[in-house]
């Protein structure tokens, strides 16, 4: 059974703190992401990784920054965390088989800034 | 970018009855499609993923019908029950190993006793 482990579940974080959520995933996917998911928005892409040492840029990025640092680890950071950030943040990770594409989803983090 | 427009937002309807849901999409390029539900609180599931070859899909109480002509992408539960109450999204992807999926903005399913 695929497995993201997101950590921590629920974070309250200071306006201007930096916050580090991290995602961990014993899948051996090639590809991990990061998105937040806001009420009428559905989900957006934030970062994404095609591999360890690799971040990419999403649809999302300004404000956030991604680290991956081996194949299982990828973490989000915000350096200067503001409100406007309190949201609900997903982890997934995936193969880009082709026909076998797809991807699996951690049970989000709820992050609140105050 | 690709842009995905979902709708509608909220549907409520009552058990046993039908429910659509129908998601448009911009790209032409894309090719693999996603229906995923998130019960509350909970993440994504995976329901079916859809190829460009594919046009129906059948799952358990639900059919995928994908229009490549129109870009056009509904899920049709045939006979709602309870245990779909739920939010449903679509995603769409681009060509082979290109999993940067964007998804719709969702639709929360109301079933009524």
């Known amino acids: 059974e695929a497995a993201v482990t997101q950590s921590p579940r629920n974070k309250v974080a200071v306006t201007g703190g930096k916050v580090t959520l991290s995602c961990n995933q014993t899948n051996n996917h090639n590809n991990m992401y990061w998105y937040r998911q806001d009420t009428g928005h559905g989900l957006r892409l934030i970062h994404y990784?095609?591999?360890?040492?690799?971040?990419e840029k999403g649809d999302i990025p300004d404000g956030y920054k991604a680290s991956r640092p081996s194949q299982e680890n990828f973490s989000l950071i915000l350096e200067l965390a503001t409100p406007s950030q309190t949201s609900v943040y997903f982890c997934a990770s995936g193969d880009g088989r082709g026909a076998n594409t797809e991807v699996f989803f951690g049970k989000g983090t709820r992050l609140t800034v105050v | 970018g690709e842009q995905v427009e979902q709708r509608p937002p909220h549907l409520s309807v009552r058990e046993g009855d039908s429910a659509v849901i129908t998601c448009t999409y911009t790209?032409?390029?894309?090719?693999?499609f996603f229906w995923y539900k998130q019960e509350p609180g909970a993440s994504l599931q995976l329901l079916m993923k859809?190829?460009?070859?594919?046009e129906i899909n059948e799952g358990q109480g639900f059919t995928v019908l994908l229009n490549k002509k129109d870009k056009r992408l509904s899920l049709n539960l045939t006979a709602a029950h309870p245990g779909d109450s739920a939010a449903y999204f679509c995603?769409?992807?681009?060509?082979?190993?290109?999993?940067?999926?964007?998804f719709g903005a969702g639709t929360k399913l109301t079933i009524k006793p």
């Open positions: 995603a769409v992807s681009e060509d082979y190993g290109n999993e940067k999926i964007t």
């Open positions: 859809v190829f460009s070859s594919t």
């Open positions: 990784s095609y591999g360890a040492g690799s971040t």
């Open positions: 790209d032409p390029n894309s090719y693999y």
